[in-house]
């Protein structure tokens, strides 16, 4: 006779999973029977009505240099990487720093594109819950590709998409500078689009193509910056400018008007050999 009593116990992936029940076994995926180790898009149920803001964010590549570290694999969420995985964590530290009305959800960049179908699918998923919340996504490296081909899949309302560097790499991987700057397209669903370049790097073109001029618009060069630290040096310049997209602020003239005399752009990078999309 099986032993029932385990059917009792908590999942033993619980803590690496603390939006979802540990009771579920499919999450909101019944369909393709994968367990919690296939973890991707956020389902509804994990979104309040009072997360009035919901924030995407895209990292660099996982594992940096040594390649996507995503590969086929369906885990893209950062927070479910291992810790060898987790090496691009500047925008990371949003997380947990933004109040209770906003929900942060934080993806690692992948060189196929699969992280940019599983934000489209949490962009859903929150709009069912909260269909007049305001969304802001910001993305860097390769995870700023995810955030523009997310961006301009989705057919619903964004209010801000920010992007630092965005960098194409194909699917069959390479580094960084096998690639090339990453742009797309971007509807009117898009309110506003920030696109900023590092200051000391080849990544300088990419981001966000405004349709038409009803469409908030800003390139930005962020000096002294380089491909490497200008998302940790972003990092506490974006806890105001999403509280205050999320208020109903102009981004761009809020961006603008901004006191920089405290940028330091000489901020402390994540180890040279494994940031972002190449270690660049």
Request: proline share 4%; no cysteine.
């Amino acid at each position: 006779m099986p032993d029932i009593g385990r059917f009792f116990n908590v999942d033993p992936l619980a803590e690496d999973y603390s939006y979802q029940s540990p009771y579920n076994f499919s999450e909101n995926k019944v369909t393709s029977h994968r367990e919690l180790e296939g973890l991707e898009a956020v389902h509804a149920d994990n979104f309040k009505n009072s997360h009035t803001t919901l924030v995407l964010i895209g990292l660099g590549r996982a594992n940096g240099a040594a390649g996507d570290g995503v590969k086929n694999g369906s885990n893209t969420l950062y927070s479910n990487l291992s810790s060898n995985l987790q090496t691009d964590g500047g925008l990371a530290t949003l997380r947990g720093n933004l109040g209770s009305s906003t929900a942060v959800v934080t993806y690692a960049g992948t060189d196929s594109g699969l992280a940019a179908e599983h934000m489209v699918e949490t962009i859903d998923n929150y709009r069912s819950v909260n269909p007049d919340g305001s969304i802001i996504m910001i993305g860097h490296s390769l995870g700023g590709k995810d955030i523009l081909n997310a961006a301009a899949s989705t057919k619903q309302d964004i209010n801000l998409v920010l992007t630092m560097e965005p960098v194409s790499v194909s699917a069959q991987g390479g580094r960084a500078y096998e690639g090339s700057p990453y742009k797309a397209n971007l509807g009117e669903n898009v309110k506003n689009i920030i696109n900023l370049n590092a200051d000391k790097n080849m990544f300088t073109g990419g981001g966000g193509i405004k349709k038409n001029n009803t469409q908030g618009f800003l390139n930005k060069t962020m000096k002294g910056t380089s491909h490497s630290s200008i998302d940790n040096a972003m990092t506490p310049y974006l806890k105001p400018l999403i509280k205050r997209t999320s208020q109903g602020v102009d981004p761009i003239k809020w961006f603008n008007n901004a006191n920089w005399s405290n940028f330091n752009q000489s901020i402390p990078k994540d180890k040279e050999n494994e940031k972002g999309t190449s270690g660049s």
